[in-house]
């Protein structure tokens, strides 16, 4: 599996979010399941087939969680070369024979923010902006061909 990028922030969250479904989340599940098994029958029961769906999902969770924390790098936007693109900040690019602009956080998905796509730094437009500065161009290849794109501006 490879190293996945996030913020302290992020990684505080999803350490919580964790820490929660491991303590709070399973009690919880738990007693859902139990209070439907003493309505009877289990093999028409709604209320008991929904809570072991949502034990199921809620496990998915906690093993994607635990597998991302487990190779995650922590990572400072603020920290490094200023200037450039790095994974945490947010990028403004504007496709050649484009008038309008398009804002990407570079970074992992559960470092999403509102209003702003996401691109991994892995990604091929993500390994072709890292370490690349406003005014630069770069171009990557998308399934439509390759693409060029202007670097406009970095933030965080």
Do not use: W
């Amino acid at each position: 599996m490879t190293e996945t990028q996030l913020t302290e922030g992020t990684h505080a969250r999803l350490a919580a979010e964790l820490e929660d479904l491991t303590t709070r989340g399973r009690v919880e599940i738990a007693r859902q399941i139990e209070a439907a098994r003493m309505l009877g029958d289990l093999s028409e029961n709604g209320d008991y087939h929904a809570a072991k769906d949502a034990q199921g999902k809620m496990e998915s969770r906690i093993r994607q969680l635990q597998a991302m924390l487990a190779d995650a790098v922590i990572v400072d936007a603020a920290v490094g070369e200023k200037g450039v693109v790095n994974p945490g900040v947010v990028v403004e690019i504007r496709y050649e024979g484009d008038d309008e602009t398009e804002r990407y956080l570079v970074g992992s998905i559960e470092e999403r923010r509102e209003g702003v796509a996401v691109i991994s730094p892995g990604s091929p437009l993500g390994k072709a902006l890292i370490g690349r500065s406003p005014g630069e161009r770069v171009e990557y290849e998308a399934p439509s061909g390759v693409l060029t794109a202007e670097i406009v501006s970095i933030g965080a």
